[in-house]
C-alpha cells in the first residue's frame, strides 16, 4: 500500500485539523486544559513537599514521571536525553515547588518544565535535521515503558492515537521543527493545550502560535515518510517478525527479499544512510552484517515505538553472544515497509532485554 493511507491516521487529516487526535490523548496522557483542584492525597503530599519533605515531594510527582519522559522524548528524540531532561525537570520542580501556585493541575505546571528544559537542551544542537536520514541522535522507545503510562482511558482509539504520537517516523519528523514549532505541535496536537497557554509559555502571542503551528503541521506532513504505517494487526506483525529471523538465522537472503517491500527502506542512524529498495536491501544483508553470516548473529523479537522490533546479538572473542543493536519494523499488508538500525547495546538494559 503506498500514499497516504500509509500514515498514521492523524495525519491525513485536513490541515486545519491536529496531527494527532487531541482530545483522545489529552485526556488520557495529559489532562493539562482541565483546571481541577488536587484530591486530598495529592493536597496532603503537596504541602509536606512544600515544607522540605523530599520523599513526599517524589511520591506527588511519581505518576507523572513516564508521561514526563514520554514528552521530553518527542520533544529530544532520544531517549538518553529524555532521561537527562526529566531528571533536570524533576530537579527544577522540587527546587521551585514553593512558586507552584495550584491555579492549574501539577501536572500542567510539570510540562511547562519539562517543555522549557528540552528548549534550553535544544538549543544547544547547532544543525536541523532535513529528514529522517539526517536524525542522528534519534533512538527507539521500549514498548513496556509506554504500558506504564496512567490508565486514565480505556479507549482502544486513545490508546491507539497515544502509541501513533511516539511513532517513529512522527519522532524522526518532529526533529526537523524548528525547536519552538515542534513544542507548540506537541502541546498544542499531543496534549492538548489551549493556543493561550502555549502562548503564554513561549512568551507570544496566539497568533504566532496558530501560525507556528500550522507551519509546523504541513512540515510533519512533507517529512513523514509516506511508506511508514501504523495499522497492521498485532498478530500478522508477529508471523512476520517470526518469518524475518527465521530467514536471518539461516541466512536465506531470498527469503528475507520476499517478506520486504519493493520499495522498503533501511536506515541505520546515526548514519546518514538510506538504502531502497528490496534488492538493494537483500544485497546489504547478504554481504555486510558478519560478512554475509547472519547465522553468526542471533535475533531476538521486542517491540519500540508501537510496533515489532529485533535486537541483533553478535559474538564477542570468546565466543558470547553480545548486544549489538536493534532493528525497529514497519510492516504494511504483511509485507516489511521500512528498517531502522540502531546499532547501541546501551538500548538493551533499557528494553529490558539480556545482557
Known sequence: MVGTDNVPSSLRQAPEDKLIGAAQIGASLAGVSAIAPADAGEATLL??????????????VAGHR?????HCYRMLGSYHDAEEATQDTLLRAWRGLATFEGRAPLRHWLYRIATTTCLNLLAARRRLPAGFSEVSHLTPYPDDLLDQLPATDADPAAIAERRESVALAFVAALQCLPATQRAVLILRDVLAWQAAEVAELLDTTVAAVNSMLQRARATVRERTPQEVATGSLPERDREVVQRFMTAWHSCDIP???????????????????EIRGRLAIAHFFATVPADGHLDHIRLRDTRANGGPAVAAYLPDHTGTAAPYGLMALTI???????????????LFPIFGLPT
Open 47 to 60: 504541602a509536606a513537599a512544600t515544607s522540605g519533605d523530599r520523599t513526599a515531594f517524589d511520591t506527588l
Open 255 to 273: 527469503a528475507l527479499a520476499a517478506l520486504l517491500r519493493e520499495d522498503a527502506i533501511l536506515r541505520m542512524p546515526p548514519e546518514r544512510v
Open 332 to 346: 504494511t499488508d504483511g509485507a516489511i515497509a521500512t528498517i531502522t538500525g540502531f546499532p547501541d547495546p546501551t
Open 66 to 70: 513516564r508521561a514526563l519522559h514520554m
